[in-house]
């Protein structure tokens, strides 16, 4: 990579976080094919369903003063189907995915506290919009219902917190990680 022109101009703050990014990008790829192709499989099951009916079976027949008179037994028939089970959510995938996300969304944060005021606003809007296509009512963390608190909760600790380094940290870089750098 050191052959490449546009490389080499860069920092090795800027380096390191954009490799890391890639490296997690190409993860998240192979994995959502992965997925593709797997998960349905690991997400329906089969439930073997089996049904046992009565069947009366003609043992013996005897003809007695112009009267037939048939001797049964019972017999068992024994049917199996198959049937689709309920969906069961594979965790590890959605932990998986759910680690990514916070770590592209925090990366995406820290980002943008990086840029001037209109496109650093900008960027914040479509931060608050993305956030807003999450059900986050559903999680049930402030009681149930259709309250939006948790949303409202995490997009103000996001932008109060993107906020503060845009405006008062301005020096401080990926790479250091703290204030007395």
């Known amino acids: 990579m050191n052959k490449i022109k546009f490389w080499e101009g860069w920092d090795t703050n800027t ?3 954009y490799l890391f990014l890639l490296l997690l990008t190409v993860l998240a790829l192979l994995l ?3 997925h593709y192709f797997t998960g349905e ?3 329906f099951a089969w439930d073997k369903i089996t049904d046992m ?3 009366p079976m003609p043992v013996h027949e005897v003809t007695r003063l112009l009267e037939p008179f048939t001797l049964t037994a019972d017999g068992y028939l024994l049917l199996e189907q198959y049937d689709v089970a309920l969906p069961e959510v594979n965790t590890l ?3 998986v995915l759910l680690i990514l996300l916070a770590i592209c969304v925090a990366f995406y944060a820290a980002a943008i506290s990086t840029m001037r005021q209109m496109p650093y606003f900008a960027s914040m809007l479509l931060l608050m919009l993305f956030l807003a296509t999450f059900n986050f009512d559903l999680l ?3 009681g149930g219902g259709a309250s939006q608190t948790t ?3 995490s997009i103000a600790l996001l932008s109060v917190g993107s906020y503060t380094f845009q405006a ?3 020096t401080l870089t990926f790479r250091c990680g703290c204030w007395l750098c």
Do not use: C, D, E
């Open 15 to 17: 380096r390191y976080p």
């Open 32 to 34: 959502g094919v992965y």
């Open 41 to 43: 499989n690991s997400l």
């Open 53 to 55: 009916q009565v069947v």
């Open 93 to 95: 995938a959605a932990s």
């Open 140 to 142: 049930g963390v402030f």
């Open 151 to 153: 949303l409202l909760i």
């Open 168 to 170: 008062f940290y301005q």
